[in-house]
């Protein structure tokens, strides 16, 4: 299958992961490069430039394919603006395929000069949008590619509420950009009606997180197959609210205590302890899905099953075949080819 998406990132299928703290290391996006698919290595995961480029070269031990890294440009405290300019820098010398960017725009947060720098060293720069506002930016400010992230997707989703049913079709006919569509991507047919509303490949972090490789602890697992769409949540409106962004996560005691402390009027510094970061990496290490801000999408009411890697990028492809050639069929066309 050949988009735009698989010929600018030198792959076999379009289809990406997304950046996902404390899980998108190099195992796991080796494991997807190695598929024909796009891996992601999340710059998150790392606390110095120094380790950001063992992670890089270590994850091109793993395999010989392109893989992205994601970079997320928001305020924080333990990654700093000058940290993420490092790990910008050190994706351009390492000539990554792609660099990620989720957040705000990087002619923006990071400078002016760094869209020149990724392409004076042939580093694709994808940017992962919530309006079609933001994607004719990234267009004018010299992306190879947006993602198109609906409000269903986990993380942080813009606050506007809009679905990337309406989203997607909207970008496509603002801009001429290669697509990722995000938000509810999970297999077969959502590749192929994201394909059908304008998009050349889609972006998928829950699913690969339901994966083997993901190596989260068997009761989150277990969580992943026991819950619903009706099963996450829109937190944070407040504290983010002034970023244009939310988080969707798994509606659990944490997010609970969280719209409490919102409702209330709390501040950052009472939401700080519930939000943190490592309080994740712990949960998925230690398996207690109730203990941390786990930023699932609603995706997850079509998951049933935790395969490998391998095994799910192949079905997700023999899937969409199935549905672009059932939906001919039901339209009294000619079969597609492959």
Excluded at 215 to 221: K, L, T
Excluded at 222 to 231: G, M, V
Excluded at 290 to 295: G, I
Aim: aromatic content about 4%.
């Amino acid at each position: 299958m050949k988009t735009r998406i698989t010929e600018l990132f030198d792959i076999t299928y379009p289809i990406q992961c997304g950046g996902m703290l404390w899980l998108a290391k190099p195992e796991l996006a080796a494991a997807i490069s190695n598929t024909g698919a796009m891996g992601n290595l999340t710059s998150g995961n790392y606390n110095t430039g120094d380790e950001l480029r063992r992670a890089i070269e270590q994850t091109r031990t793993l395999t010989d394919k392109p893989f992205i890294v994601n970079i997320t440009t928001m305020p924080s405290i333990r990654l700093p603006v000058e940290l993420l300019q490092e790990f910008f820098r050190i994706c351009c010398d390492m000539k990554v395929k792609a660099v990620e960017i989720a957040g705000a725009p990087v002619d923006r947060f990071l400078g002016p000069e760094y869209i020149p720098m990724a392409k004076a060293a042939g580093v694709k720069l994808v940017h992962k949008v919530g309006t079609v506002k933001h994607a004719i930016h990234a267009e004018k400010a010299g992306y190879d590619a947006v993602t198109v992230a609906g409000f269903e997707e986990g993380g942080f989703p813009h606050k506007d509420n809009v679905s990337t049913m309406i989203l997607l079709p909207k970008v496509a006919e603002a801009v001429s950009l290669p697509i990722l569509a995000a938000g509810g991507m999970v297999d077969g047919k959502s590749l192929a009606a994201a394909l059908s509303l304008g998009a050349d490949g889609i972006m998928m972090a829950t699913r690969f997180l339901a994966t083997k490789e993901s190596g989260v602890h068997p009761n989150i697992y277990q969580t992943l197959l026991d819950k619903n769409e009706t099963d996450t949540v829109l937190a944070l409106r407040t504290l983010l609210g002034g970023l244009g962004l939310q988080v969707r996560a798994l509606r659990n005691e944490i997010i609970r205590k969280i719209e409490e402390i919102e409702a209330g009027g709390g501040d950052l510094a009472a939401l700080l302890p519930l939000i943190s970061g490592e309080r994740a990496r712990t949960v998925w290490q230690e398996g207690n899905a109730e203990e941390a801000m786990l930023t699932i999408g609603q995706s997850v009411g079509r998951i049933d099953d935790i395969p490998s890697v391998a095994e799910l990028v192949p079905r997700i492809m023999d899937q969409a075949r199935t549905a672009i050639r059932d939906t001919m069929a039901k339209l009294g066309l000619a079969t597609v080819r492959d």
